[in-house]
Nanobody, 126 residues
């Protein structure tokens, strides 16, 4: 029972940086693993990054590793995605997700035990 709301998306030039945020309602969020997915136009939604409930074990898609950083602030019940050196292929709608364990978050698509945000748009221009 977690409600998630993303924000921070926008237009940025290639090579620039942007930070996305996800605000969660429901105390159970701080006991949940959480992560980020994205969906480009005409493509399936794909995994971007995840973090455990403690915020000390992270996982990244190879396409963003070294450029993106996932962070959670348990005191504020918030999740962040810091994106650096953005490229054109990073364009898409970004979603935050939360679930009771690693498996439900890492493989969240179609899993009824996860909560999804509504998404925030990121557009990278040349």
């Amino acid at each position: 029972q977690v409600q998630l709301v993303e924000s921070g998306g926008g237009l940025v030039q290639a090579g620039g940086s942007l930070t996305l945020s996800c605000a969660a309602s429901g105390s159970i969020f701080n006991s949940y693993d959480a992560g980020w997915y994205r969906q480009a136009p005409g493509r399936a939604r794909e995994f971007v990054a995840s973090t455990n409930w403690q915020g000390n074990v992270d996982d990244y898609s190879p396409s963003v590793k070294g450029r993106f950083t996932i962070v959670r602030d348990t005191s504020k019940r918030m999740l962040f995605l810091r994106m650096n050196n953005l490229q054109l292929e990073d364009t898409g709608t970004y979603f935050c997700v939360a679930g009771p364990d690693y498996g439900t978050v890492r493989y969240a698509e179609g899993n009824s035990r996860v909560s999804w945000g509504q998404g925030t748009q990121v557009t990278v221009s040349s």
